[in-house]
């Protein structure tokens, strides 16, 4: 099935959910996995895969099936995604469930958290919940990079989130509007050293 209609399916069963109506563009995708080096001790993980736009990218530099996980929370898309990405490990899971389910997987220490979840949209309770399991890998030494639409940049929710990890890893790197993107959006970055 076309990706943008399996993405607009999906927003319409769950829009809060998935948070948009189209999947990133190429630009967004690129800016989201930029310097990133995977590898077996230093994995990558992708919250909120929807139907790969950025796994797309981020697969060209995954070195083999130990470095990267990804984590889906929609059980057609991680079908799908498992089809499309047969030498990816895709888990059909809750981001609130992080440590759990990397700890389940066997994998190795994890260098970099990519977040595509729409915080914007997701109930306050559970953006709290993840920020909480992100927090402990960024404790580790990881990186964490997410995005926000430039519309929402205000929001509450959407500040909330850049505060939580400027208290504790100070200001965001962020990327020039990604304006080939619907919505623009920028990039956040976080290091924890
Ligand atoms: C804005 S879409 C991003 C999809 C894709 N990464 C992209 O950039 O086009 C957000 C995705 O996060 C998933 N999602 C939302 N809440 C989640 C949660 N608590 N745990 C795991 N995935 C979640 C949605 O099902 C949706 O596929």
Redo the contacts with the bound molecule.
């Keep these: 099935m076309n990706e943008n209609i399996q993405?607009l399916q999906?927003f319409l069963k769950?829009p809060g959910?998935?948070?948009?109506i189209t999947?990133?563009s190429p630009e967004?995708?690129n800016k989201m996995i930029a310097g990133l080096r995977p590898g077996p001790d230093n994995i990558v993980i992708?919250?909120?895969?929807?139907?790969?736009?950025?796994?797309k990218y981020l697969q060209h530099i995954v070195p083999d099936e130990r470095s990267y996980l990804g984590?889906?929370?929609?059980r057609h898309?991680v079908r799908s995604l498992r089809k499309k990405y047969s030498d990816l490990t895709f888990v059909r899971?809750?981001?609130?469930d992080l440590a759990d389910i990397h700890n389940r997987s066997g994998m190795g220490n994890v260098g970099a958290i990519i977040c595509?979840?729409?915080f914007v949209s997701?109930p306050n309770k559970?953006g709290e919940k993840?920020l909480q399991e992100i927090d402990k890998y960024m404790q580790q030494g990881c990186t964490f990079r997410t995005f926000q639409y430039a519309h929402g940049f205000y929001f509450p929710s959407a500040v909330r989130l850049r505060e939580f990890m400027r208290r504790r890893y100070g200001k965001a790197q962020r990327s020039p509007m990604i304006v080939k993107n619907v919505p623009p959006a920028y990039t956040l970055t976080w290091s924890a050293n």
């Design positions: 993405f999906a769950n959910t998935v948070g948009s999947p990133s967004l995708a992708e919250l909120g895969v929807g139907t790969g736009a950025i796994t984590i889906e929370i929609d898309l899971g809750n981001a609130t595509c979840l729409p997701l559970l993840i």
